[in-house]
């Protein structure tokens, strides 16, 4: 069970690679559609840029919740089950972010990019971190401990 717990950790990872990606798309997409069509957008163009990466936002928040109860079954620990916790938090956070950001562009607007990297350090901590102990398990007796 650990194995899929750190397969799906990376999977996570790589999904919040990809949202942050697709907010870049999805701003470009927006400035050349202003250059294109004039100096005007309207709701249509902007949704066209930014459905990608709403969409997959609400899967990313799912897939943090998968993977804390991947870590529940599978015997990680408190310790690892608090940076998950912490990690759904700030998912969970990012969605209000999002929301409330429209209507507030500052701060709330500004703050919402600055968690999506929070998100992006903490899971490729848990990643790093489990791929440590994984590599711990594959050494063979007598070996010398990896380092930190």
């Given at each position: 069970m650990r194995t899929v717990y750190w397969v799906w950790s990376m999977v996570v990872?790589?999904?919040?690679?990809?949202?942050?990606?697709?907010?870049?798309?999805?701003?470009?997409?927006?400035?050349?559609?202003?250059?294109?069509?004039?100096?005007?957008?309207?709701?249509?163009?902007?949704?066209?840029?930014?459905?990608?990466?709403?969409?997959?936002?609400?899967?990313?928040?799912?897939?943090?919740?998968?993977?804390?109860?991947?870590?529940?079954?599978?015997?990680?620990?408190?310790?690892?089950?608090?940076?998950?916790g912490l990690l759904f938090g700030l998912l969970f956070l990012q969605l209000w972010l999002a929301w409330i950001g429209f209507e507030v562009p500052f701060p709330v607007g500004f703050l919402h990019p600055i968690n999506a990297f929070l998100i992006l350090g903490l899971t490729s901590w848990i990643v790093h971190s489990e791929w440590l102990l994984w590599r711990e398990r594959k050494a063979p007796a007598g070996a010398a401990p990896a380092s930190a």
């Amino acid at each position: 069970m650990r194995t899929v717990y750190w397969v799906w950790s990376m999977v996570v990872l790589v999904m919040v690679v990809i949202q942050i990606g697709l907010a870049g798309y999805g701003a470009f997409f927006v400035a050349k559609k202003l250059d294109d069509e004039g100096s005007t957008i309207d709701d249509k163009v902007f949704e066209d840029g930014f459905q990608f990466h709403a969409a997959l936002g609400y899967f990313v928040i799912l897939a943090g919740l998968v993977l804390m109860i991947i870590g529940l079954i599978a015997g990680i620990g408190k310790w690892r089950l608090g940076k998950h916790g912490l990690l759904f938090g700030l998912l969970f956070l990012q969605l209000w972010l999002a929301w409330i950001g429209f209507e507030v562009p500052f701060p709330v607007g500004f703050l919402h990019p600055i968690n999506a990297f929070l998100i992006l350090g903490l899971t490729s901590w848990i990643v790093h971190s489990e791929w440590l102990l994984w590599r711990e398990r594959k050494a063979p007796a007598g070996a010398a401990p990896a380092s930190a």
